[in-house]
């Protein structure tokens, strides 16, 4: 009746034993070196699991929307940075799946469905963050070419990935800033094309994060991804898509949490007895499982939305990204708390669990533009 394919539980199961083997060993490590995690790389795409999402058509593995979440939230179980991986391949190619031309997606999706590439995705700008329609980076058309100045700032993965989708204004004139912005995809050995230095950020430490700079960058004229003028709608249709990702790397960053602190809690003793049997830690343990199994069902009905083309999406998309998140917090709070003291070093991964959680209220849109867009959404009936 209500529940999730025997195919998608045995998804979860495979990526869960490649995540455990692969991926954990070095998680702690990829952190405290903060560098890329390139055995996580290896692993998911030995196994296709780096970017299920690209249609069979374009040599993927096809998957639904749900079916890509669950990949993220077994990943991000055991390490959030190596889950932008895959969450990320979704993010940069979706403007492409939903808008491009059949010659851009043939350029840009086999490379990423074979492992041989990445895709980032380059919308915000230092002074662009929430208000995404005031960005300032440029792209005229001269010669047959397009040619893009100025910078995107917080790129996720950017060095890493080689083609970035790109929104910069091609209308500056335009009655409504939004009706002026295009999108297009870039490759970083576009001519006037480079990444800054690595952010110094608090979590996803093997993640980076950089500005992307863009000089007389020329880049051919049927690199744009739809028609002038659609960019910006292309780029929030997207995040409709990938909300719900987000939501799914929050979940299992959570999960995580919930799993060490219960092998902890029924290992470590105090007044004689294990301290899972005090019904003080008994009660924390019972709301971050009933928080997480609400966050989880929450982020697999808003992929099934965006699957069917729901008209509901985009308020479930933010809804399971907030609510997700904001419970990943509060768990991975909760299993610092239930670690005591051990749990505020570095010897348990409970605290770089924390420290990722955050992220995720804050990228794709801040859980206070969310909840913008739902209220938008509830009003308008
Ligand atoms: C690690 C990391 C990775 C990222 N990856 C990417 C990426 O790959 N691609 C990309 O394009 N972007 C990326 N971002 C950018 C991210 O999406 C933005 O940081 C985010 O949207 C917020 O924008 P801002 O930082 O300019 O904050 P601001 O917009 O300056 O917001 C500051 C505060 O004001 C609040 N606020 C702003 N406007 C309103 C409002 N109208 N009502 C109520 N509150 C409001 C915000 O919620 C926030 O609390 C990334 C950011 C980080 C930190």
Redesign the pocket.
């Known amino acids: 009746m209500y529940e999730l394919s025997e195919e998608h539980e045995a998804l979860r199961e495979a990526v869960r034993a490649l995540a455990e083997k692969e991926i954990a060993p070095h998680a702690a490590e990829v952190d405290e070196q903060e560098r890329y995690p390139s055995e996580a790389r290896d692993a998911l795409v030995k196994a296709g699991f780096h970017a299920v999402h690209i249609p069979s058509d374009y040599d993927g593995e096809g998957a639904d929307a749900v079916a890509a979440c669950i990949v993220i939230e077994e990943v991000a179980r055991v390490d959030a940075s190596a889950s932008l991986i895959p969450a990320?391949n979704k993010?940069g190619t979706q403007p492409i799946i939903l808008s491009g031309s059949e010659d851009v997606k043939k350029l840009v999706l086999p490379v990423i469905a074979a492992g041989e590439a990445s895709a980032?995705?380059?919308?915000?700008e230092r002074e662009a963050?929430?208000?995404t329609a005031s960005m300032r980076c440029r792209a005229v058309l001269d010669g047959g070419k397009w040619v893009l100045n100025g910078t995107?700032?917080?790129?996720?993965n950017a060095g890493e990935s080689s083609w970035y989708t790109v929104m910069a204004v091609t209308d500056p004139q335009a009655e409504k800033k939004a009706n002026g912005i295009s999108a297009f995809v870039v490759h970083r050995d576009d001519p006037g094309f480079s990444v800054g230095p690595k952010?110094r950020?608090l979590g996803?430490k093997g993640s980076p994060?950089r500005e992307i700079y863009f000089e007389n960058c020329e880049i051919p004229s049927d690199r744009i991804i739809g028609a002038p003028g659609t960019g910006l709608k292309t780029a929030l249709r997207t995040l409709d898509h990938t909300r719900p990702t987000i939501g799914a790397q929050a979940l299992g960053i959570a999960q995580g949490a919930l799993d060490a602190s219960l092998a902890y809690v029924k290992d470590r003793k105090q007044f004689g007895k294990s301290v899972s049997e005090f019904q003080g830690v008994q009660f924390m343990l019972a709301d971050m499982g009933m928080k997480i199994e609400a966050a989880r069902h929450l982020v697999y009905a808003s992929a099934a939305a965006t699957e069917r083309g729901d008209k509901r999406a985009g308020f479930m998309a933010s809804a399971a990204k907030t609510y997700a998140s904001d419970i990943a917090m509060e768990v991975t709070t909760d299993a610092v708390q239930l670690f005591g003291g051990a749990g505020y070093t570095k010897d348990f991964p409970v605290e770089r669990m924390m420290r990722d959680a955050k992220?995720t209220q804050?990228?794709?849109?801040?859980?206070?533009?969310q909840r913008?867009v739902m209220a938008r959404a509830l009003l308008k009936g």
């Open positions: 990320v993010l980032s995705y380059a919308l915000s963050g929430s208000d995107k700032a917080w790129i996720t952010e950020k996803i994060t992220i804050i990228y794709e849109g801040t859980n206070q533009i913008m």
